[in-house]
């Protein structure tokens, strides 16, 4: 399973909305024992200068649960900024918009082995 970051530009009358991928992470199993969960690795993805979130996902696939937390790291200053979770039948998609304005938007694709 991996998530992909994207940073969408505000459209403008006439013109094509753009986006730019910011990251691609995959997850990983996560060591230790209890219920089989694939987590994310701890990467900040740059956003800006001075400006990049943290996402901490975790995956059940056996109940094929999907927990998501977003922190942004602005000058120094690590802020909550967004909180999810979903139950997938193939790709989740998520969107929010940071305190500083950027759109962000999150597509989970669960890739069958």
Not at 5 to 25: D, F, K, M, W
Not at 38 to 61: F, G, Y
Request: no cysteine; aromatic share 8%.
């Amino acid at each position: 399973m991996k998530v992909t970051i994207q940073h969408a530009s505000e459209p403008v009358a006439g013109e094509t909305q753009h986006r730019r991928t910011l990251g691609v992470l995959t997850f990983a199993p996560r060591n230790g024992e209890g219920i089989p969960t694939l987590v994310l690795p701890d990467t900040p993805i740059p956003v800006a200068e001075e400006n990049s979130l943290v996402l901490h996902a975790s995956v059940v696939p056996q109940t094929r649960r999907l927990s998501v937390m977003i922190g942004q790291h602005l000058r120094g200053v690590v802020t909550h900024v967004f909180t999810a979770g979903s139950v997938w039948d193939g790709a989740t998609y998520f969107a929010f918009r940071l305190p500083t304005g950027q759109f962000i938007e999150l597509y989970f694709e669960h890739e069958e082995v």
